[in-house]
């Protein structure tokens, strides 16, 4: 019986683990000097911790949670996102008795999407949040660590930062009523999703990727023009911080992002480099959300960011890391290389048993699972009690004692 693995699931592993293994330092690099605190959360939660915040609505409510009863009939949804749960996990541990309050999380999230490059039904994201200010500057900070953070894992990659301001739950509601009626005048000019959406969630009619919608929505009314002097003040105000860090951003009218929660400064890092999936980072605003999950009126902002995207689109990484694999000739000479083993692994140096005791082979493998190094016993080495070390990159070969075996490797 071959058993098949989920459909939209993935395991990682070789290279694209090496690249995990990146994002991950790099991640708690950065997070570091910011000093945001690393938090895991459980992966699954109360279904209600989604469903209201995250929007009866949107999709992901709709369509993609992975909900089911548990034995006790109690309604549990694996998590599609992470801020909620990062909220929930702030108000259980009373991590909100000291604000601002700089969280980041790495973990998996799911959703039952329909599969393709870039789209998984389970995926990772990386979390940053900031509990408990509304200064702009929290937005421009979290847009700073989001753009230093993919400039770190993929220095040559290609992309663009868009923003937009969604204003206050008053400016929005007021939007979203000339919005509708702006769309109701040209429902025949509607796609068939987008029409059903105009009592829903006509916000959503914005970012449609169908070409019939987005004709209409350019002449929709355009946020800006219902945002109250505060908002706009606030937004005026990370524009003006990012032109003077010398972020480019372009500005998209657009943006309303794809959860209810959403309010003021939105914004997303894209690239060309991925077909349709091209969003790496996604986030904003969700002043209101920390009051809703039952904590105190506080306003919040964060964005996730998907490392399955991020894989695809970074470098391979060269191999520069040690692995030092052993041709035992005979048998009867493993005591002689268990010395070596011994003692270049308990130098932390990465060490290979093959259990193959054949040149040949144990050269083969160590070229396909490219070795570094190959220490190589034969009767020569065993009779004077000495070890041929071989460097696998340049070809030198030298013959060492048993304590010289770490300084070679390492000065190599
Ligand atoms: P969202 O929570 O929808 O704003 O998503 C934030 C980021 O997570 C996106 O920009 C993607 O990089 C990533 N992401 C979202 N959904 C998926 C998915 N189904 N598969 C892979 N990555 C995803």
């Known amino acids: 019986m071959k058993i098949q693995s989920i459909r939209g699931t993935h395991d990682i592993f070789g290279s694209d683990l090496k690249k995990f293994n990146k994002i991950r ?13 690393e938090i895991h959360t459980p992966i699954f939660e109360s279904t209600t911790l989604f469903s209201k915040p995250l929007g009866q609505q949107s999709d992901v409510v709709l369509k993609e949670m992975y909900t089911f009863l548990d034995r006790n009939k109690d309604s549990i949804t694996l998590r599609p996102e992470y801020t909620t749960p990062m909220i929930r996990a702030a108000i259980s541990n009373n991590l909100l008795n000291s604000i601002p309050c700089k969280l980041f999380g790495l973990g998996p999230m799911f959703r039952r999407e329909r599969p393709q ?4 039904r389970q995926f990772n994201q990386i979390n940053f949040e900031i509990f408990g200010t509304s200064d702009y500057f929290a937005d421009v900070e979290l847009i700073i660590i989001a753009h230093n953070f993919l400039k ?3 220095p040559n990659l290609k992309f663009k930062l868009f923003i937009n301001s969604l204003g206050d739950k008053e400016n929005l509601k007021n939007y979203k009523n000339d919005l509708k009626k702006y769309f109701l005048k040209n429902i025949k000019d509607l796609s068939e999703e987008s029409q059903k959406k105009i009592h829903s969630n006509c916000l959503r009619i914005l970012d449609s990727k169908d070409s019939k919608d987005n004709k209409i929505s350019l002449l929709a009314p355009k946020i800006i023009s219902y945002l109250s002097s505060e908002s706009l003040n606030h937004y005026e105000n990370i524009k003006k911080t990012l032109n003077e860090l010398n972020i480019e951003f372009i500005e998209n009218p657009f943006l309303v992002r794809g959860l ?14 991925l077909g349709s999936q091209d969003t790496l980072i996604g986030g904003g605003r969700y002043d209101g959300l920390i009051k809703l999950i039952g904590g105190q009126d506080l306003p919040g902002i964060g964005w996730a960011g998907g490392v399955e995207r991020m894989i695809l689109l970074m470098d391979e990484i060269s191999k520069t890391e040690k692995l030092i694999h052993f041709a035992i000739l005979k048998d009867n000479f493993k005591s002689h290389a268990l010395k070596a083993y011994n003692q270049l692994s308990s130098k932390n140096l990465p060490v290979f048993w093959n259990y193959k005791y054949n040149l040949k082979k144990s050269l083969s493998q160590a070229s396909n699972e490219n070795a570094s190094h190959i220490v190589i016993i034969g009767d020569n080495e065993f009779e004077k009690k000495k070890y041929t070390i ?3 990159i340049n070809g030198s070969q030298k013959i060492a004692d048993l304590k010289d075996l770490e300084k070679i490797i390492n000065n190599d």
Do not use: H, W
């Open 390 to 392: 071989k460097n696998l």
């Open 117 to 120: 490059k870039g789209r998984y």
């Open 260 to 273: 209810d929660y959403y309010c003021s400064t939105v914004f997303e890092f894209k690239t060309d480099s």
């Open 25 to 37: 330092k790099q991640l708690v690099k950065i997070a570091k000097s910011f000093n945001f605190n």
């Open 152 to 154: 770190s894992i993929a």
